[in-house]
């Protein structure tokens, strides 16, 4: 129950990623100076179908976490410039502003948000209320990692947009568990990865960067940075050419995108939803702790964090809980326990392949380990 870390792939995906490989293995040189830019292309204008974005617009990476860097990495900072936080961003990501702050002597400012929730307006007001005149960028996840929490992330863009303040979206989570129309959105920047909810291969990923942008990033690897074909000139050139790697995670993007599609978008986050939500009244039922988080889609759709009770103090840094390794080793269930702002979480992550029978499995698992009301 953890697809939200690491996401398996279906089998025509692998399939498709295996074929892409051997294509480019049969003849790299055509591959490489013939074919390569062309498929990267149509992958490309079908990630942006999906997404509601212009292919134009967008660069293939490994993971968000590589889009993450070079965002962080171009853009520019002053000495006394100030990069707003919610307290739920991702470990990687603050350690990666926290670098790009350090280096030009600028701040990271994390604003607190209130929790239980209870409106989007009071989540948004909160983040918000952190700009200052000094705040030059607002990087703000679209569902966050520890809490699962799908932020109202278009009502955040637009009272920062209001206030003339770029915006910098962590969305590997968002990709397939919810609708994602970057158009409307109106964000800056948009990093995500391939691999968790939209089942594509490990090692794909996508950054979106507005136009207003483009010519100001830099690659994480400086190549040619120019096309390989010969056609004209484009600010994706830099990104393209990294030197000699294979790009078969990018180019099997679109068939995981077509077999979701297949199945239906809204009847895969339908059906996953309901799981978690079957999730949610379980482990409330087992604990007596209630979410604090809405009952609602709004709110929470294919994963969901619960809280369980504490043992003892929180592990440190690079140490699994106590539960954690037991579920997998005596019961064969992964999923991650995570220590958060004083909360101990069980974060239930549901795919198509997922069952009730599995969530029913865990709590009888939770409560072979004591778990339980008196």
């Known amino acids: 129950m953890n697809h939200g870390s690491f996401g398996p792939s279906p089998r025509c995906v692998r399939e498709s990623r295996y074929g892409w490989t051997e294509r480019l293995e049969q003849q790299p040189m055509d591959f490489y100076l013939r074919k390569m830019e062309s498929e990267l292309d149509h992958a490309a204008t079908k990630l942006g179908q999906f997404i509601g974005a212009d292919s ?13 860097n070079i965002v962080a990495d171009s853009f520019p900072l002053q000495p006394g410039a100030e990069v707003l936080f919610s307290d739920q961003e991702y470990g990687a990501v603050m350690r990666i502003w926290r670098r790009a702050c350090d280096r030009a002597q600028a701040k990271v400012i994390v604003q607190h948000l209130p929790r239980p929730i209870t409106s989007a307006d009071e989540q948004v007001a909160a983040l918000t209320a952190g700009i200052t005149e000094r705040t030059k960028l607002i990087v703000v996840s679209h569902i966050t990692s520890q809490t699962a929490v799908i932020f109202p992330i278009e009502a955040i863009c637009r009272e920062a947009a209001k206030r003339g303040v770029p915006v910098c ?3 590997p989570h968002a990709l397939a568990m919810v609708d994602i129309n970057l158009r409307r959105l109106g964000c800056d920047f948009y990093c995500a990865s391939g691999h968790k909810w939209l089942s594509a291969p490990f090692g794909s990923g996508f950054l ?12 994480p690897v400086m190549s040619w940075g120019g096309s390989v074909s010969g056609r004209p000139a484009h600010w994706q050139d830099e990104f393209r050419w990294l030197g000699t790697r294979d790009p078969a995670p990018f180019l099997a993007m679109p068939t995981a995108m077509e077999f979701l599609e297949r199945f239906g978008l809204e009847n895969f986050r339908e059906q996953t939803h309901e799981l978690t939500k079957y999730a949610r009244q379980r482990i409330v039922e087992l604990t007596g702790l209630e979410s604090p988080i809405p009952d609602s889609r709004e709110w929470y759709g294919s994963m969901i964090a619960m809280p369980i009770p504490t043992a003892g103090p929180a592990p440190k840094q690079g140490i699994r809980d106590q539960l954690q390794t037991p579920l997998w080793e005596k019961f064969g269930i992964e999923i991650p326990i995570i220590h958060w702002r004083g909360e101990r979480l069980i974060r239930v992550s549901c795919h198509l392949y997922n069952t009730r029978e599995q969530i029913d499995r865990l709590i009888d698992a939770l409560r072979d380990f004591g778990f339980g009301r008196p």
Do not use: E, Y
């Not at 990476?61 to 590589?66: E, I």
């Not at 979106?208 to 690659?219: N, T």
């Open 208 to 219: 979106f960067v507005a136009r207003r942008h483009q010519q100001k990033l830099s690659p």
């Open 169 to 171: 979206v962590d969305g």
């Open 56 to 68: 134009n617009d967008l660069l293939f990476c490994d993971n968000a976490t590589v889009a993450m």
